[in-house]
Nanobody, 124 residues
C-alpha cells in the first residue's frame, strides 16, 4: 500500500519561507510523476508544481513561478517544495500526490495517491 506523509507546514509572515517534505512508503512504479497541490478554504484544489522521477522536468503553476521550487530525492522516496517570498494568497492546505508513469497533465484527478496534507498559513 502506498502512503504519502507531508510535513513542514506552519505559520509564517508574508515574505517568509517554508519547506515542505513528502515521504512515500510502499511500492510504486519506478517512473512516477510527483506533485504538490493546495486547497484554500472555499476554493477548489489546485495544482502547484510537478516533477518527473526520471527526467526531473519541473513544471510550475503561474502564481508560484519564480518563488517555489520542487525537488526530489528518489533514493529516499522523498520530494520537497521550497516556498519563498510567500504571499497571503499562498495560504491553504498543501498536498503531495503521485501517479505512475510520466507527467502529462496538471489535472488533480490523475493522481492516484495523496497525502493527508499540511497546513500553510501566511500572515500579514
Amino acid at each position: 500500500e502506498v502512503q504519502l506523509v507531508e510535513s513542514g507546514g506552519g505559520s509564517v509572515q508574508a515574505g517568509g519561507s517554508l519547506r515542505l517534505s513528502c515521504v512515500l512508503s510502499g511500492s510504486i512504479h519506478s517512473t512516477t510523476c510527483m506533485a504538490w497541490l493546495r486547497q484554500a478554504p472555499g476554493k477548489e484544489r489546485e495544482w502547484v508544481a510537478r516533477i518527473g522521477s526520471i527526467d526531473g522536468t519541473k513544471i510550475y503553476a503561474e502564481p508560484v513561478l519564480g518563488r517555489f521550487t520542487i525537488s526530489h530525492d528518489n533514493a529516499n522516496k522523498t520530494w520537497y517544495l521550497q516556498m519563498n517570498s510567500l504571499k497571503i494568497e499562498d495560504s491553504g492546505r498543501y498536498y503531495c500526490a503521485v501517479h505512475s508513469g510520466r507527467c502529462w497533465t496538471n489535472n488533480p484527478a490523475v493522481y492516484a495517491y495523496w497525502g493527508q496534507g499540511t497546513q500553510v498559513t501566511v500572515e500579514s
